[in-house]
């Protein structure tokens, strides 16, 4: 595991954000990160990172309204970005359900969605 230190809490918020908004700009140069692996579990780091941090603190609530605002129903037009581009996936139509999933969250990343919710990206 490699650690990054930033010189205080809000650059670590700062780098969340942009990471979301070049992921979801969907400009040519996104392109390539919104189905990359490796993006997806760098941002998600970061997002756990906030969240962790918070924990940490004693500030479950604001984790929570993190996590609140990363829940991926709460953005109508990235669910529908997601749903449209999961389709994408080549070999779609052979994929099983776990790997539809795994492919729905790395597209998704870092946004979260609930078990049942998953149902409307893999079926």
């Known amino acids: 595991m490699i650690s990054i230190e930033f010189p205080e809490y809000s650059s670590v918020e700062a780098l969340l954000r942009a990471c979301v908004v070049f992921k979801f700009k969907c400009t040519g140069e996104s392109d390539l990160y919104i189905g990359s692996p490796l993006y997806a579990a760098a941002v998600n780091s ?33 669910a529908k970005f997601v749903r449209e581009y999961a389709l ?9 359900g776990q790997q539809r999933r795994d492919w729905v969250d790395v597209v998704a990343a870092p946004y979260r969605m609930s078990d049942e919710d998953y149902t409307k990206y893999i079926d």
């Open 46 to 78: 970061v997002f756990n990172t906030v969240i962790d941090y918070h924990i940490s603190a004693g500030r479950s609530d604001i984790a929570n309204k993190w996590i609140e605002t990363y829940d991926l129903e709460r953005h109508p037009e990235r």
């Open 88 to 96: 994408k996936h080549p070999k779609w139509d052979s994929l099983d």
